[in-house]
């Protein structure tokens, strides 16, 4: 039998999870992966800036799939010891069989999560809660009119038309103003009135009025995705877990080549025959017989010859949120920690915190020291990320790094988390294309796009971005997972893999409980 060439584009959680299964089969399959960037991971790599680590966009490792869970556990096992800030803060618990965190590196912290809204200068559970602490921020008469507003809606629904409609009719007006509204629009640099409301279908499911009042309550008999206690999260960043899958990957056979753009995609009698790429300077040809594509859906259509101009006009205009990270290192933080959990420095102890204010274009901030010690070379020192989200070559994005940290400054200085820029003892940015597949503009005809691709015989897509889809990492693995097992089996049920992320449940409700 001839050996198969797979040839997958894209070096990130599900293009890495498609070869890894493929060669864990041991079938006679030669398996090739080609990466644009010149690190491992896509968005879920982690950045080394003078041994501080930025992890961009904060991921949780946390499933309510065993099969992605058992995944991660087999790469790197959860620690069997306490970590270094666990130490320092006598915070031991019992731990299973595992690696120690402080004598080994190949290994998973669990973490707790903690994750607030800063609004009006007050944090807020995020997602928002009716506890006692949301009541006395908000006030009574706030309260009182978010109640009142509530159960209008709830006699009168909004035809989800819109993300807008669908927020109000889960939340009524006064809140969807307060937590939604702004923060949508800066997310997406769209008003939600212009957004499909399917992203909200995605991404907010299962969270309502309703459903917070009955984890107030405490009647709800599975909590919601935003009450998950604890998660998995690799020693150096999320990018260590797929770095290690890379190496797992070459060690079977497989081949990584990085610093490769797929420029053109060559289709014949409706079957992928070829790439051509520019790698070391040079246009190189890779043949394949089966093709794997996690990279952006517009770019393989644009690339791609004999497009019916119909689905390549659809693809082209296809809409696309970038975002920027700014690493800003500083001393301390002028918000106080007034929680009851102790932490190094008495930080505060979030992992990222949703910055909501209206008049600020910061859009969350991340504490790397919050999701792993190790994150951070000095642990006297406090290493966070700001998430700024624009469009590639707007002017935010246009901005010189030294221009960016002076915007940066001020927006910290008004928001009163340090009191001048001569806090700032170092910075580093990172420029993030098309993180986020945005549901508006030719969005609504996409399934004519994905009909097309899926008829031709040869290839797959799957990822985030391979799916034009807001899939978070488990689920873009799942999608390596099912299009392999597709391969393998000679099955080619292309619709298993575009069904991830379509449930109705939540990806990550789940019975409420630690993992240790």
Known sequence: MMTKKIVIIGAGPAGLSAAYRLLESK??????????????????????????????????FFSKNQEVNDFWNKILPIQGAPASDEILLNRIKDYKKGPNPEEEDKVSLIRRRVSRIYYDKKFFDYPISLNYNTIK????????????????????????????NFYINRFGEKLYSMFFKDYTEKLWGRHPTQIDAEWGSQRVKGISVFALLKNMLNINKEKETSLIEEFMYPKYGPGQMWEEVAQKITDMGGEIYLNCKVEKIIKENNRISRLECKYLGQTVELKGDIFISSMPLKDLIVYMSNIPLDVFQIAEQLPYRDFVTMGILVDKLKIQNKTKIKTVNNIVPDCWIYVQEPDIKLGRIQIFNNWSPYLVSDKNKIWIGLEYFCNENDEFW????????????????????????????????????????????????????INYINNVENLYCIGRNGQHRYNNMDHSMLTGFYCAEEILDETNNKQRIWAVNTEKEYHETKQYRKIH
């Open 27 to 60: 079938k006679d399959y030669k398996v090739v992966i080609v990466e644009e960037d010149k690190q491992i991971g896509g968005i879920s790599k982690t950045i080394n800036y003078k041994g501080n680590r930025m992890d961009l966009g904060g991921h949780r």
């Open 137 to 164: 921020n908000m006030g009574f008469k706030t309260t009182f009119n978010v109640g009142i507003d509530y159960f209008k809606t709830c006699v009168s629904k909004k035809p989800e038309k819109n993300l807008e």
């Open 398 to 449: 246009s901005m010189t790094e030294e221009e960016m940290l002076q915007f940066v400054s001020k927006e910290l200085i008004k928001m009163q988390l340090i009191d001048s820029t001569d806090d700032i003892l170092d910075s580093h940015r990172e420029q993030v294309k098309k993180a986020y597949p945005a549901y508006f503009d030719s969005y609504e005809h996409i399934d004519k796009v």
